[in-house]
């Protein structure tokens, strides 16, 4: 089974940044559409943004001009790189396949608040 693991989440105050990494044990990581997706309290779980295996990135209106989504296929990880933050992007922060076809992992926790 692929294992999921997301890290980089924390608290940070309005306008600043985070750098969100995920990592799959996958040995086909390459071949798939990896994504972003959030859940905030009450809320159900949104995609945030996408990218495909060759590297094209697509953002949900929210995020799009602030977020970055970055794929590294020999290292088997993805990234996002959180600018602008605000306090409506917390969330906890989960990486899977486009659809979202793995086990969930545990996510990453990102709290903006001043």
């Known amino acids: 089974q692929v294992q999921v693991v997301e890290s980089g989440g924390g608290l940070v105050q309005p306008g600043g940044s985070l750098r969100l990494s995920c990592t799959q044990s996958?040995?086909?990581?390459?071949?798939?559409?990896m994504a972003w997706y959030r859940q905030a309290p009450g809320k159900q779980r949104e995609l945030v943004a996408r990218?495909?295996?060759?590297?094209?990135?697509d953002y949900a209106d929210s995020v799009k001009g602030r977020f970055t989504i970055s794929r590294d296929n020999a290292k088997n990880t993805v990234n996002l790189q959180m600018n602008s933050l605000k306090p409506e992007d917390t969330a906890v922060y989960y990486c899977?396949?486009?659809?979202?076809?793995?086990?969930w992992g545990q996510g990453t926790q990102v709290t903006v608040s001043s």
């Open positions: 990218i495909a295996p060759g590297g094209q990135g």
């Open positions: 899977n396949r486009s659809p979202s076809t793995l086990k």
């Open positions: 996958s040995s086909i990581f390459s071949f798939f559409v």
